[in-house]
């Protein structure tokens, strides 16, 4: 199906904003358990160019991989790992209402930004889940860390917000 949303990103630093699809039941199989779809998170703060990012989230915890590999992002042999796959994306105005989406089918993902394609993940390229998934909008704080991409909300100038027009599905 297709998953849409019209929103305008969050500016201050700390403060992630979020669309994303997450699945019902997680587990073992993430062909058949659901994963984790971000139509878009908007992160990264301060800002030093207008972006946000599209990511496919898998993470199996095979109970047969060692515990020194559950989590290291690859495919290997029959067994597999966590792994993320994403792409960033540029927008002219930070301030605007921008319309993203993804297209979920059974061969793969197809994200857009404003009417234009944006990125692609096939079968190949990553698990592509066959399960239901919650459609999940979501703001939050992290707990700020210096040096960290996500910038630390007691610099920030509130009020901010996450404004979302609308989502389809």
């Not at 500016?11 to 659901?34: S, T």
């Amino acid at each position: 199906g297709y998953f849409e949303t019209r929103a305008k990103f969050t500016r201050q630093p700390g403060w992630w904003g979020a669309v994303w699809l997450y699945g019902v039941d997680v587990g073992p199989n993430p062909f058949v358990m659901g994963q984790e779809i971000d139509i878009f998170e908007d992160f990264v703060k301060p800002k030093r160019k207008f972006d946000f990012a599209h990511n496919v989230h898998v993470d199996a915890q095979l109970d047969f991989a060692p515990d020194d590999q559950r989590r290291l992002g690859k495919l290997d042999g029959g067994a597999l790992h966590r792994f993320s796959r994403g792409a960033s994306v540029t927008v002219d105005d930070w301030d605007a209402f921008h319309v993203i989406g993804v297209n979920w089918t059974p061969l793969e993902y197809v994200f857009y930004c404003d009417g234009k394609e944006t990125f692609r993940l096939d079968y190949k390229q990553a698990p592509v889940t066959t399960q239901p998934m919650h459609v999940l909008i979501s703001g939050c704080f992290r707990e700020p860390r210096k040096g960290s991409y996500l910038g630390d909300y007691a610099d920030a100038a509130w009020p901010d917000r996450l404004t979302v027009d609308y989502v389809r599905v």
